[in-house]
C-alpha cells in the first residue's frame, strides 16, 4: 500500500508542476490590459514577419493605380485593401513593413538609452562624490536641450539614415533614465543586503551589477516600455521632416508627409499611418502603465 501510495505521488509531480507553473503565470498575467498587449504583439509580429507576408513590394508601386481609394470606396478594390499611394504602391503592405523600421529603432534606441542610463545611475548613486557630481551635471545639460530639436539639427549634420537615426536618439535619451534610477540606487544603497555585501569582502562592481541591477530591473523595465511611444514618436517625426528614414523605405513618418499635399483628394495616404502611429504609441504607454502598477511594490500593497 504504501509503494502504490508513493507510485501515485510520483506521478502526480508533473501535473502538480504543471499547476503551479499555470497558476504563476495566471497570477503573472492578471489584470493585464488586453487591447494594447494585443496591438503590440501584432506590431512586433509586423516588425519581424512584415515583409514575408505582405502580398506587394512596398517600394514598387504601378502609376496606372495611384491614389486608388480603400475598398469600401467607390472606386476602390480588394486588391489594395486600404488603397495606394500618389506612386501606386500599396498602403496595407507599406503600413505592414514600416512597423519594422519603427521597431528597429525604438527597440535599439531603448537598449542604448537603458544601457547608458543604468551605467550611469549605478556608477553615480553608490559612488557618490564628485562622479555623482559630474554625471548629474552631465545629465542635467543634457535633460536641458530640447529633445527633437537637437534630434533634429544633428540628423541634418550626419544625415538620414537609420543607424544615424538610432545613435542620435540613443545619445539624446538616456538622462531620464539615468535621473531616474539614480534615486532607485540610492535607496538600495543604505539597504540591509548591500551592508552585508560590503561586510562580507565584495567588490563595488560586484554590489553594484550582482545586488543592486538586480532590484532596478523593474523600474528599467517600465521606463523602457513608456519611453518606447516617446522614441517611435521622435522618429516618425523626423523622418516626416525629411531627416529620418530616407526613401523608399517605409516609415510611418515620411508617409503621413508624402500624403500631405492630398488630404482633400486621397485621405487615407496620411490618415492610416497616422492612425497605426496613434495605436501603437497608446498601447505602449498604457501597457507601461500597466507594468508599473504591476511591478512596483508599493503599488501592491495596496
Not at 481609394?69 to 486600404?82: E, V
Request: net charge positive; glycine share 10%.
Amino acid at each position: 500500500m504504501a509503494n502504490s501510495q508513493q507510485v501515485g505521488e510520483m506521478l502526480n509531480v508533473p501535473v502538480m508542476r504543471r499547476r503551479a507553473i499555470w497558476a504563476g503565470m495566471t497570477s503573472a498575467l492578471r489584470g493585464v490590459p488586453i487591447f494594447p498587449a494585443a496591438i503590440l504583439a501584432l506590431f512586433i509580429f509586423f516588425g519581424l514577419f512584415g515583409r514575408l507576408i505582405v502580398t506587394y513590394d512596398p517600394n514598387v508601386g504601378a502609376l496606372r493605380d495611384s491614389l486608388t481609394p480603400p475598398f469600401w470606396q467607390a472606386g476602390g478594390s480588394t486588391k489594395h485593401l486600404l488603397g495606394t499611394d500618389p506612386l501606386g504602391r500599396d498602403m496595407l503592405s507599406r503600413i505592414v513593413v514600416g512597423a519594422s523600421t519603427s521597431l528597429q529603432v525604438g527597440f535599439f534606441v531603448v537598449i542604448i538609452c537603458g544601457f547608458i542610463g543604468s551605467v550611469f545611475a549605478l556608477l553615480s548613486g553608490y559612488l557618490g562624490g564628485w562622479v555623482d557630481i559630474v554625471i548629474m551635471r552631465l545629465t542635467d545639460i543634457v535633460m536641458s536641450m530640447p529633445f527633437l530639436i537637437v534630434a533634429l539639427n544633428v540628423a541634418a549634420i550626419v544625415g538620414p539614415g537609420k543607424y544615424n537615426l538610432i545613435l542620435i536618439l540613443g545619445l539624446m535619451g538616456w538622462a531620464g533614465y539615468a535621473r531616474i534610477l539614480r534615486g532607485e540606487v540610492l535607496r538600495l544603497k543604505e539597504s540591509y543586503f548591500v551592508r552585508l555585501a560590503i561586510v562580507a569582502g565584495c567588490s563595488k562592481p560586484r554590489i553594484m551589477v550582482r545586488h543592486i541591477f538586480p532590484n532596478i530591473a523593474n523600474t528599467l523595465v517600465i521606463l523602457a516600455t513608456l519611453n518606447l511611444g516617446v522614441i517611435i514618436i521622435a522618429e516618425a517625426s523626423l523622418s516626416f521632416l525629411g531627416l529620418g528614414i530616407p526613401p523608399p523605405t517605409p516609415a510611418w513618418g515620411s508617409m503621413i508627409s508624402d500624403g500631405r499635399s492630398y488630404l482633400g483628394l486621397a485621405w487615407w495616404v496620411s490618415t492610416f499611418p497616422g492612425i497605426a502611429l496613434f495605436l501603437v504609441v497608446l498601447s505602449s504607454n498604457l501597457l507601461g502603465d500597466w507594468l508599473r502598477v504591476r511591478l512596483d511594490p508599493k503599488f501592491r500593497q495596496l
